[in-house]
């Protein structure tokens, strides 16, 4: 089984922003595959289902951003999942253009305090994840309200392209082809 959960800041007045990247690549998977997002357990909604046969858990943790570790604390020890091979972090990352994704084994948060918190409640930097490009903080622009500002139409068809990409991503990390998926995905956008 697998968990993959996508970061975000839950509300409507979150809905679409650069920060809630991940929430929005777990979406289009839950859509893609017909997991309904119905349930509230373990400080996230939830869904549970099947991708290509494997069992999964997708999540959507509502601690807000900055403390998603105490969520997925929970969804591991409740599942009792091997975090560092069977849990998919999704999240935004500046230091990548619109709609690039990374995908890594393992890291630092490199400045993100969602990925912060996870490290700290996990105790440790090794699991799996992808980051979705949102594009690099324009000079004089707060850094909380350049991730908490919306895409512009054009930034949003080409995050809609990547998160089908991010998706497709996560099925071949579900078949134990991480360093596939990495050759595959990890370009310049």
Known sequence: MFIIAGLGNPGKDYENTRHNAG????DVIAEENGIGMLEKKHKAVIGKGYIDGQKVILAKPQTFMNLSGESIRELVDYYKIDEETELIV???DISLNVGQLR???KGSAGGHNGIKNIIAHLGHD???RIKVGVGEKPKG???ADYVLGHFTQDEQKV???SG???????KLMLLDQTDAAMNLYNKKA
Do not use: G, Q, S
Request: aromatic content about 16%; proline content about 0%.
């Open 164 to 170: 089908k990409k991010a998706a497709e991503a996560v």
């Open 90 to 92: 999704i999240y935004d």
């Open 103 to 105: 995908i890594r084994k």
């Open 126 to 128: 090794t699991f799996l």
């Open 159 to 161: 995050m809609a392209e």
């Open 23 to 26: 929430f929005d690549v777990i």
């Open 141 to 143: 622009f707060d850094l």
